[in-house]
């Protein structure tokens, strides 16, 4: 369709393939870039400049409710390489297009750690920094040096430090003004001998199942892959955008005030209160295991949304609204949706 090279430029794309939902829903065009440099010239076709715009990664944390009537960009530049390396820590670059784990992998072979604790969370590179991504006691924030990206706002490419990408509890720049920046590539700072992180919930019970008494990075890596297969399901056998809802942060009076109430439930320590768990407070009112139609929460994670065949995107976002009602009548929480609702 296109004669820019490195990019594939299609019009009525479907994107059945492309959500980890599973849901049928097309893109008005889909532009699949190789090669970020081409970015300019594809935002600037006459036929698409002026259209609403969008970046989709693997779709794992997506919700289509609907067709995307725009200009969808699909980062499929790959290469990961080590820019340098003093032999206690290397800098690491990798381009937007690599799978996340693949690079978790990659690195665990070169005997680098710090990725480990972010085994098996589905995605791109690309996608990585949106939401800060975090897992068993580890955040990307933690490695992350500089992201690479297009600021559609600027018209330029352009390097972002750790401080400017504004990281917190699933959270950043990125997320907060969507599809400013397209982000082409991530560099990290990843140690040969750093501690490892073992205290979030299971990853010491894991290791010992696994009869590990000095565990090295790949270890922990093989431990959260474990118990990651065993909590979640697979969105390759049924469709799901993993936690559906973001752990609610509170003041630590109103957690105290939830805890008198019903002792039982869970509370981690946050930078700026509480947090509480999201699971929890959903299986409270009942909802774990509810089906309706083809959308149901899973009966193996209460955070978790699932299609189990034809649900729409409207179905699956109408259950999600009744849970965060529900559970704002019975806690007073509000829950915020993790994944970007389009
Ligand atoms: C089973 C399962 C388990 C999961 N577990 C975790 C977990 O433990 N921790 C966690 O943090 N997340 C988890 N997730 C959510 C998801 O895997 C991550 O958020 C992941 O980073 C999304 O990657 P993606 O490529 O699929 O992005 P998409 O879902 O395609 O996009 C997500 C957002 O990023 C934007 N985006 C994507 N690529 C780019 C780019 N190159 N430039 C600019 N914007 C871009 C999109 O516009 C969108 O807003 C899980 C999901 C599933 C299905």
Not at 44 to 51: D, G, I, Q
Not at 52 to 77: I, Q, Y
Not at 226 to 254: E, M, T, Y
Request: with cysteine; hydrophobic share 40%; net charge positive.
């Amino acid at each position: 369709m296109s004669k820019l090279t490195g990019v594939s430029l299609s019009p009525n794309a479907p994107l059945d393939r492309r959500n980890t939902f599973r849901v049928s829903v097309r893109a008005a065009w889909l532009a699949e870039i190789r090669d970020a440099t081409a970015i300019p010239e594809v935002l600037a076709l006459t036929r698409v400049k002026n259209l609403p715009f969008m970046v989709l990664g693997e779709g794992s944390n997506v919700l289509f409710t609907r067709d995307f009537d725009g200009l969808m960009f699909a980062m499929t530049n790959r290469g990961i390489e080590i820019l340098e390396d003093d032999g206690r820590s290397a800098r690491v670059r990798a381009q937007a297009g690599e799978d996340w784990h693949g690079l978790v992998r990659w690195s665990l072979a070169q005997g680098l750690c710090g990725l480990e604790n972010l085994s098996l969370i589905p995605g791109t590179v690309g996608a990585a920094p949106i939401q800060n991504i975090g897992a068993y006691g580890a955040e990307l924030s933690e490695t992350l040096e500089t992201v690479e990206a297009y600021d559609r706002e600027a018209g330029k490419f352009m390097r972002l430090n750790r401080e400017q990408c504004g990281f917190s509890y699933r959270q950043s720049v990125f997320k907060q003004q969507p599809d400013r920046w397209i982000i082409t590539a991530i560099e990290s700072r990843l140690r040969r001998n750093a501690p490892l992180k073992l205290d979030y919930a299971g990853v010491r019970e894991e290791l010992a199942a696994m009869n590990v008494s000095a565990p090295t990075a790949k270890d922990v890596s093989k431990a959260v892959c474990r118990l990651r297969r065993r909590k979640l399901p697979d969105p390759a056998v049924i469709g799901n955008a993993g936690s559906f809802f973001k752990n609610p942060v509170v003041l630590s009076g109103q957690a105290d005030e939830l805890r008198a109430a019903h002792p039982d439930l869970p509370i981690f320590k946050a930078p700026d209160g509480k947090k509480l768990s999201a699971a929890w407070l959903i299986e409270q009112c009942g909802w774990k295991g509810f089906r309706e139609g083809d959308a149901a929460v899973s009966d193996k994670h209460a955070l978790v949304l699932v299609n189990h065949g034809r649900a729409t995107g409207g179905q699956i976002w109408s259950l999600a609204q009744r849970i965060r009602d529900s559970v704002r009548e019975k806690f007073g929480i509000r829950l915020e949706p993790e994944p970007r609702i389009l």
